[in-house]
């Protein structure tokens, strides 16, 4: 990758001058939970938007102001993927609630598809209640390890292999490969993702189709800027908006106010808190 910042701008953005902690004092402030009027919220559903705040973490659970989010147990998890196929497309941030998946339900076995782990495609299955979870990196640009081609689809043609219906869940997020290509590139491949969706829920209106914006936590270099990863989010968002039906899952708050040094790839209690909202969209 070609690095267009001089010498002294390269400067600003060592470890040393950012992300530096803040050293505190030593006065303790308690916090006691105050969950007033939090669970009278509406259930989670399509054409909800995010305040800001969007929520808070208290014990490390989130409490969102967005909709009223559940608490679900492996045992819960399984009831409420009982009898669904769960896709979950993009990058390793969707790969992340795969493993999440696989290692929390109950029974939910790993099929052996002979590829690689990291880049997929994967799929698990649980017989008892039913439920097969699939995982597949979204098309070109990537920035995976090598892998076949074939195996390579895009976002907008996958979908359109997806026949739907009530039984059905499509996840997708595309931000974190495509921070290093022009609004206008981006603007592109998301009208064609958007094409699918109206296609699908056209055939198949009772399709749930959640999408999930991009993290926070890409290390501040000159291939990491938030402020433009903010501004895809944002595309993303309005260029869905008047689509009846898609749920737009914003975790850009929920993986930036974690006490946690920040990661592109959250660590596990956050995953979990994301798996619950994302939960409660499909089982309010």
Not at 31 to 36: E, L, Q, Y
Not at 95 to 117: A, I
Not at 195 to 213: G, H
Not at 250 to 267: G, K
Request: proline share 5%; net charge positive.
């Amino acid at each position: 990758m070609e690095n267009h910042f001089t010498t002294f701008e390269g400067h600003l953005f060592a470890s040393k001058l950012t992300n530096v902690g803040i050293a505190g004092d030593s006065h303790i402030i308690s916090v006691f939970p105050n969950t007033a009027g939090i669970d009278d919220a509406e259930r989670c559903r399509s054409g909800l938007t995010t305040p800001v705040p969007a929520g808070f973490y208290f014990q490390d659970v989130w409490k969102s102001f967005v909709c009223n989010t559940r608490r679900f147990s492996p045992s819960k998890t399984a009831r409420c993927l009982q009898n669904k196929i769960l896709y979950l497309l993009g990058d390793s941030t969707t790969r992340q609630w795969f493993e999440f998946f696989q290692s929390s339900v109950p029974d939910l076995k790993r099929m052996n598809l002979q590829t690689d782990p990291k880049v997929g495609p994967l799929m698990a299955v649980q017989l008892t209640n039913n439920i097969i979870i699939h995982w597949r990196p979204h098309g070109f640009p990537l920035r995976f390890r090598i892998m076949p081609a074939a195996d390579v689809h895009y976002l907008s043609n996958e979908i359109d292999y997806i026949t739907g219906g009530r039984h059905t869940v499509v996840v997708f997020t595309t931000v974190a490969h495509l921070v290093l290509h022009p609004l206008t590139f981006f603007v592109h491949k998301m009208a064609n993702i958007r094409q699918a969706v109206i296609r699908l829920l056209k055939r198949a209106p009772e399709t749930t189709v959640i999408i999930k914006s991009g993290n926070t936590g890409f290390t501040k270099t000159e291939y990491g800027i938030e402020w433009y990863r903010m501004q895809l989010n944002t595309v993303v968002r309005e260029m869905f908006s008047d689509i009846n039906g898609v749920i737009y899952f914003d975790v850009w708050q929920m993986t930036s106010c974690h006490y946690t040094h920040e990661n592109i790839h959250p660590v596990p209690v956050i995953i979990r808190n994301q798996i619950d909202m994302i939960l409660s969209y499909v089982c309010p």
